[in-house]
């Protein structure tokens, strides 16, 4: 490893690969893990590295070999049990970075933008300097401006091991913006109470909606309970009507009606007609909104319509053929017709003449069994659903199958990988 007085800035640091002696990425780094003293610099002791799978786990710093520009060495022995925070740890970007804290000299307080560690003589890295942004009075002494920023040693703030304000969201969001839904949603998960709700009120409305969707229950219900009102029934306007007639499913009648009352009546009004279906029938499991045209509708702008940004891969596999009104319920059911197929045909074709009719729908009360069987015999991504006068109700997806047939803590379950020996971090063991 490089020697004493080597300074790591650690906005700079995440993101970095993370490689073996033998030059395969093991992982990327997403934070650095200090203990934050009474007295003394803050001790960085260990790396949170994001291994493929989207785990992270931690990287003792007494396994990594070299901090270089661009890449981070370790000894290759990496313990790939979940990294699991523990109550005297903190993380440098998820918990100081946007943090304002108190300068010792008594003349304000600043906002910590970047941590340096630095390594010592015996090893040890330590927080040695902070680069903030000192807040600046206004006019009148009412107002904060954000002043020049500023890298100080570490003793020029006080009471940063006892600060417990929190950490602004911006920043911390902004290291994520590039995630997929789901794997946010794996870093919220691994958050604490308080820092989980703080970053999805960050959030606007249609990413934590897409979040939402990812989470296990308890998160959603906690995130949902915790929002204002208003702002908790336009979340669940963003979500997809099936996604949030199951969230609206874990809460007390009470809470069901003042949200749906505080939503738009079209938005309701489907979320409504989802909350009447058992959970595990086709009606319980499927989606409102596929795509759904008429049959003189041509190719081309069929194609068009299964662009869009917010279908999911199965529903954007097929579009649903059915006789006005094209709402759900909609008209007559006429039949399906395949991406591969309009991809084949002339653009000016109606899509009414490659209709797939052969495809059975299914009503509202089959149950999940039955709509999994009938999915993998014709290997189907979506199946229609349909009501008595066969007017088109939903959509059942292989994607909301898979959601209802795994264990209920599917998300919160990693793969069985045997682990080496616990890294030892300060007088005990990281089990």
Same mark, same amino acid.
């Given at each position: ?269 489907? $979320?409504? &007609?989802? !909350? +009447?279906?058992? %959970?595990?029938? #086709? ?5 409102? @909104?596929?795509?759904? /045209? *008429? ?75 039955? $709509?999994? &069987?009938? !999915? +993998?015999?014709? %290997?189907?991504? #979506? ?5 008595? @006068?066969?007017?088109? /109700? *939903? ?37």
């Amino acid at each position: 490893m490089s020697g004493a007085g080597t300074r790591v800035f650690v906005a700079r640091l995440a993101g970095t690969p993370v490689f073996d002696p033998i030059g395969d990425q093991v992982g990327r780094v997403r934070d650095v893990v200090v203990l934050l003293r009474p007295k003394g610099a803050p001790r960085a002791v260990g790396l949170v590295v994001e291994v493929p799978g989207k785990r992270r786990v931690f990287v003792p710093l007494t396994r990594v070999i070299a901090i270089d520009p661009g890449q981070v060495i370790s000894t290759g022995l990496v313990n790939m049990r979940r990294f699991e925070q523990r109550p005297f740890e903190t993380l440098v970007v998820g918990e100081l970075f946007d943090r304002s804290v108190p300068l010792s000299d008594g003349s304000g307080t600043a906002t910590i933008e970047d941590v340096a560690i630095e390594r010592q003589r015996n090893g040890d890295f330590l927080v040695t300097k902070l680069f903030v942004r000192r807040h600046r009075p206004g006019r009148g002494g009412l107002l904060r401006r954000r002043g020049e920023p500023e890298l100080i040693d570490i003793d020029q703030v006080a009471g940063l091991a006892r600060t417990a304000g929190a950490q602004g969201a911006a920043l911390l969001l902004a290291q994520y913006d590039e995630l997929k839904p789901a794997d946010l949603a794996d870093v919220m998960h691994d958050m604490g109470t308080t820092r989980r709700m703080e970053v999805a009120t960050a959030l606007d409305n249609e990413r934590l909606a897409d979040v939402l969707e990812e989470l296990p229950e308890d998160d959603q219900v906690a995130i949902l309970s915790g929002l204002e009102r208003t702002r908790a029934a336009d979340v669940l306007e963003a979500m997809q009507p099936d996604d949030a007639a199951d969230l609206l499913g874990e809460l007390s009648d009470e809470q069901q009606a003042e949200l749906l009352g505080l939503m738009e009546p079209e938005e309701a009004r489907d $979320v409504r &007609r989802l !909350l +009447a279906y058992e %959970d595990n029938t #086709a009606g319980g499991l499927m989606t409102t @909104e596929p795509v759904i /045209l *008429g049959p003189e509708t041509p190719i081309a702008a069929a194609l068009a319509h299964v662009r869009r940004r917010d279908l999911t891969p199965a529903l954007a596999s097929m579009v649903f053929v059915v006789r006005q009104p094209l709402e759900t319920p909609t008209g007559r059911f006429i039949g399906v017709v395949h991406l591969q197929r309009m991809l084949r045909e002339p653009p000016h074709e109606p899509i009414g003449s490659i209709v797939d009719t052969d495809i059975d729908p299914v009503p509202p009360q089959t149950p999940l069994l039955s $709509v999994t &069987r009938r !999915l +993998a015999t014709y %290997d189907l991504l #979506a199946i229609p659903v349909i009501d008595e @006068e066969r007017r088109l /109700l *939903g959509v059942v997806s292989v994607d909301d199958v898979l959601d209802h047939l795994l264990p209920e803590d599917w998300r919160e379950t990693d793969e069985e990988v045997q682990p080496e020996a616990p890294a030892t971090v300060e007088g005990g063991t990281r089990a």
